[in-house]
């Protein structure tokens, strides 16, 4: 699953204890798609509200967030000691703003770990990847789709070849 191969590569490049990839569906609704260390119950909590709050900004800007130590606090953040969140965007629109997909998240929790400081840049080209590797899917599947209605019509058309044309009208 795509989903998973992100956030594995999310969790090895940062190194962090827990991350996940969230995507934009029908609707604008943000959707949780795979992540590590923590689940879909636990980012409807309490304890995620600060989380949310930045995947939002996030996603509104186009712009990522990399916050640790004393930054993390103002932002709802408490405890936590590192915390990543970057747009997955593939490409432009036609004003110029990214089209945004969703983004991945990665947190530290223990005070004893922190995030790389070039992490940031490594993490975008991660997202950008991402974003390309998720439209890709996207539009095979679409194909996929394609290939078997084209399928079906041929088929159709060669049951009505074989009935032959419509007699005449009486």
Known sequence: QLHEVIVDELMALTGAERAFVM????????????????????????????????????LKSGR????????????????????????VSFGQ?????????????????????????????RAQVLATHAGIALENARLHARGAASDSQVIRLRHDLGRLHAVGPPGPAG
Do not use: M, W
């Open 93 to 121: 629109r036609t004003e110029g703003k990214l089209r945004i997909k969703g983004a991945l998240y990665a947190d530290l929790t223990s005070p004893d770990r922190a995030f790389p400081d070039d992490l940031l840049p």
């Open 23 to 58: 995507l934009l569906e029908a609707g604008n609704k943000l959707r949780f798609k795979a992540g590590r260390n923590v689940d879909h119950a636990e980012l409807s909590g309490q304890a995620f509200t600060g989380s949310r709050h930045l995947i939002r900004e996030v």
């Open 64 to 87: 990522p967030s990399f916050l640790r130590g004393n930054e993390l606090p103002s932002h709802g953040l408490i405890h936590l000691t590192g915390v990543l969140c970057v747009p």
